[in-house]
């Protein structure tokens, strides 16, 4: 590997890699950590989920669902998603301020990293490795909300 070689590869520039990582990483923990378990035991978590806003468990549950499944495979996917960041966003903040308020930073500190890295999405846009370019190609929407 000659020098000229090596150099380029260590100074080159990877921000859609960077973001595409984020969007797979961020999502998928979001998924496995939070999403999935509230499916897979809907009932139980029906019976002890908190509700901080006060608009009924089932609807709460639901929310969370819809932040924490279906929004992190739209940014997965790249499609819609600083749009898709916002529930995810909310969500975060809603439990960390109001749900987990006793937690310190070192107790809370997966759900803080979880709102830097979806904040990081939300504010610089889904990247060029994503599905809205080739689903919205001739709308003129685009980018408006990825």
């Known amino acids: 590997m000659s020098k000229k070689y090596l150099n380029q590869l260590l100074t080159r520039n990877f921000p859609d890699a960077g973001l595409l990582l984020l969007r797979l990483a961020?999502?998928?923990l979001l998924i496995y950590v939070h999403g999935l378990p509230k499916i897979t035991a809907y009932s139980a978590e029906l019976r002890h989920i908190e509700d901080p806003l006060h608009i009924g468990a089932t609807l709460t549950l639901s929310m969370a669902i819809f932040s924490e499944v279906f929004c992190p495979v739209l940014i997965a996917l790249g499609?819609?998603?600083r749009l898709a960041c916002?529930?995810?966003l909310f969500l975060l903040f809603i439990?960390?301020?109001?749900?987990?308020?006793?937690?310190?930073?070192?107790?809370?500190?997966?759900?803080?990293?979880?709102?830097?890295?979806?904040?990081?999405?939300?504010?610089?846009?889904?990247?060029?490795?994503?599905?809205?370019?080739?689903?919205?190609?001739?709308?003129?929407?685009?980018?408006?909300?990825?």
């Open 79 to 81: 499609f819609l998603t």
């Open 26 to 28: 961020g999502s998928l």
């Open 95 to 146: 439990s960390m301020l109001f749900v987990h308020p006793e937690w310190t930073i070192a107790e809370g500190q997966f759900g803080w990293l979880l709102m830097i890295i979806f904040a990081s999405i939300a504010l610089a846009g889904p990247g060029c490795y994503s599905l809205q370019p080739l689903l919205l190609r001739n709308s003129q929407s685009y980018g408006k909300f990825g």
């Open 86 to 88: 916002l529930p995810v």
